[in-house]
Nanobody, 120 residues
């Protein structure tokens, strides 16, 4: 499984962005997907996750501002970010937990990341 993120960029404080991450491959099923972020000099932190049946979980930093969603038909996870602040500036990484069809082993894959810069 490969993950490809898109949607990052430069946005002014108070603005919005929507990140997308598509999982591609053959004969797999997604268990959960999520977004993590890493600011310069800091550790990578969870932003939001969602299971394939649509149960979301948010870090406190994004509650009320960020919305995660999952399109099962497209194996795509989205992160809509509103009211962005300079503190949200980071590389945002997509993550997926998945299995091969009929398999029991859970695998985990990271995307390459997409840069979000919040600045005036």
């Amino acid at each position: 499984v490969q993950l490809v993120e898109s949607g990052g960029g430069l946005v002014q404080p108070g603005g919005s962005l929507r990140l997308s991450c598509v999982a591609s491959g053959s004969d797999f099923s997604i268990y959960a997907m999520g977004w993590y972020r890493q600011a310069p000099g800091k550790q990578r932190d969870m932003v939001a996750t969602i299971t394939s049946i649509g149960r979301p979980d948010y870090a406190d930093s994004g509650k009320g501002r960020f919305t995660i969603s999952f399109d099962d038909a497209k194996n795509t996870v989205y992160l809509k970010m509103n009211s962005l602040e300079p503190e949200d500036t980071a590389v945002y990484y997509c993550n997926a937990d998945w299995r091969t069809l009929g398999g029991a082993t859970m695998f985990n894959t990271w995307g390459q990341g997409t840069l979000v810069t919040v600045s005036s």
